[in-house]
């Protein structure tokens, strides 16, 4: 198929203008939420903070890995979607591309961390969430949308974060 910014056959899969496109780009981000949800229980980063266990809106795990497995797929069409529009798009897909990178690298920074750590992390991830939305936005509202229940869902986090702090 054909690179919407360059005018000739896409050399990576995930940026043809197709259905195919789309879909490996649904696919791979979900992949790698899969890989990363597996690692975090496999090599223990899933370990409660006293904090957050005491504060009593806190989601069980299980329920928090659902909700990055239906994420990270929505960035990964986001990121589809905004590449498709343009020379101004493709730079925005890079806002997605590192929102993906830094949730993947999340569990990573915040494993073994104190709570004003992870805290602090959850306000970053939602500053890079809504710059990525905004960037989206201006060339797509479809990937906006689909970013957007992200945005809440991190928000949620960070108010948590808040209140875990005022537990620690």
């Known amino acids: 198929?054909?690179?919407?910014?360059?005018?000739?056959p896409s050399r990576t899969p995930w940026n043809r203008n197709d259905k195919s496109g789309l879909t490996i780009s649904i696919v791979l981000p979900l992949l790698a939420a899969i890989i990363m949800n597996g690692a975090v229980y496999a090599l223990g980063w899933n370990s409660d903070d006293p904090a957050y266990e005491a504060v009593a809106f806190n989601p069980p795990?299980?329920?928090?890995a659902i909700v990055w497995l239906i994420i990270f797929p929505m960035w990964g069409a986001a990121r589809w979607y905004t590449y498709q529009t343009g020379l101004a798009g493709r730079r925005a897909s890079y806002w997605i591309v590192a929102l993906m990178a830094w949730a993947l690298l999340y569990p990573v920074i915040t494993s073994g961390s104190n709570t004003l750590i992870s805290a602090l992390a959850n306000v970053a991830s939602l500053a890079l969430a809504l710059t990525a939305a905004l960037r989206a936005r201006a060339v797509s509202k479809r990937a906006f949308w689909?970013?957007?229940p992200s945005i809440a869902w991190i928000g949620f986090a960070t108010v948590l974060g808040f209140f875990a702090l005022a537990h620690a």
């Open 61 to 64: 795990g299980g329920f928090v």
């Open 146 to 148: 689909l970013i957007a």
């Open 1 to 8: 198929m054909t690179d919407v910014i360059l005018g000739k």
